[in-house]
Nanobody
Framework: QVQLVESGGGLVQAGRSLRLSCAGS????????MGWYRQAPGKQRELVAT???????NYADSVKGRFTISRDNGKNTVYLQMNSLKSDDTAVYYC??????????WGKGTLVTVSA
């Protein structure tokens, strides 16, 4: 079974930066589309960013220009660099792996809290 473990969350002041990491195991990492989603209190889970096996990226409008997703297939890890953080970015951030057949796998999440 695919395993995804997120790290890097925490408390940060507005305007500062944070980098999340997600390490995958029990999977051929390079073949998966990887993504980051987030869920704020009282809201539905939403897409933040995705990166395909070929390196194509997609971002939610709310994070374009501030967040960058990247991957290191040699380390089986996907990253989310978050700059210019806002209080609206406060959420639990989940790592997602989508297999070539379309099966989704999720990590347990890491909490990001942005203070004003």
């Amino acid at each position: 079974q695919v395993q995804l473990v997120e790290s890097g969350g925490g408390l940060v002041q507005a305007g500062r930066s944070l980098r999340l990491s997600c390490a995958g195991s029990r999977m051929t990492f390079s073949r998966y589309t990887m993504g980051w989603y987030r869920q704020a209190p009282g809201k539905q889970r939403e897409l933040v960013a995705t990166i395909t096996s070929g390196g194509s990226t997609n971002y939610a409008d709310s994070v374009k220009g501030r967040f960058t997703i990247s991957r290191d297939n040699g380390k089986n890890t996907v990253y989310l660099q978050m700059n210019s953080l806002k209080s609206d970015d406060t959420a639990v951030y989940y790592c997602n792996a989508k297999s070539p057949l379309g099966t989704d796998f999720w990590g347990k999440g890491t909490l990001v809290t942005v203070s004003a």
